[in-house]
T-cell receptor
Framework: DTGVSQNPRHKITKRGQNVTFRCDPISEHNRLYWYRQTLGQGPEFLTYFQNEAQLEKSRLLSDRFSAERPKGSFSTLEIQRTEQGDSAMYLC?????????????FGPGTRLTVL | KQEVTQIPAALSVPEGENLVLNCSFTDSAIYNLQWFRQDPGKGLTSLLLIQSSQREQTSGRLNASLDKSSGRSTLYIAASQPGDSATYLCAVKTSNSGGYQKVTFGIGTKLQVIP
């Protein structure tokens, strides 16, 4: 399968614990995006990378959230001191090219439940 | 601030019917508009991408149109099938004040096609 992959697919954690998600984009896609989606809502933009550079962060990305893409390939999203309000589906997408008109391809998502 | 609205929020149609889903956006300075399909608990599948310079795109039974000046897009589904049942999301890509791209989603239209 050469699509975007995300791991784990599901994560259940207790409030206050740290969690880390991984996203592997489509090979050679230089842009990688993270979104959060809660039930009944559309995805909300969190952050995106062009290669290893993190170019934009939403105000939704509080200081408990950090994302990295150290080698410009896979990316990790870490949430520290999780809260129940962090429960959501975390989606990753990737795209190819330098222009602004490129198509995004999404992974299956990681569903986080904070107890 | 870009706002994306999708109408209707939910739609139920008998199999074989043609249908139209609507998407409107407030900031017409977009790079592109993308329509996605999302099955329950799953990631997003890209259906059609319309660049800002284009007026429509077609793929099989799907046709998407874009009217930038009025801030509207429609997704036309011909001869609907039960397998088309899903939530359909539209997303617009714009530039934020920092010059970086931002993608804004609507909350989706939940479609049910009844056999």
């Amino acid at each position: 399968d050469t699509g975007v992959s995300q791991n784990p697919r599901h994560k259940i954690t207790k409030r206050g614990q740290n969690v880390t998600f991984r996203c592997d984009p489509i090979s050679e896609h230089n842009r990688l995006y993270w979104y959060r989606q809660t039930l009944g809502q559309g995805p909300e933009f969190l952050t995106y990378f062009q290669n290893e550079a993190q170019l934009e962060k939403s105000r939704l990305l509080s200081d408990r959230f950090s994302a990295e893409r150290p080698k410009g390939s896979f990316s990790t999203l870490e949430i520290q001191r999780t809260e129940q309000g962090d429960s959501a589906m975390y989606l990753c997408a990737s795209s190819h090219g330098q222009g602004e008109d490129n198509e995004q391809f999404f992974g299956p998502g990681t569903r986080l439940t904070v107890l | 601030k870009q706002e994306v609205t999708q109408i209707p929020a939910a739609l139920s149609v008998p199999e074989g019917e043609n249908l139209v889903l609507n998407c409107s956006f407030t900031d017409s300075a977009i790079y592109n508009l993308q329509w996605f399909r999302q099955d329950p608990g799953k990631g997003l599948t890209s259906l059609l991408l319309i660049q800002s310079s284009q007026r429509e795109q077609t793929s099989g039974r799907l046709n998407a149109s874009l009217d930038k000046s009025s801030g509207r897009s429609t997704l036309y589904i011909a001869a609907s099938q039960p397998g088309d049942s899903a939530t359909y999301l539209c997303a617009v890509k714009t530039s934020n004040s920092g010059g970086y791209q931002k993608v804004t989603f609507g909350i989706g239209t939940k479609l049910q096609v009844i056999p």
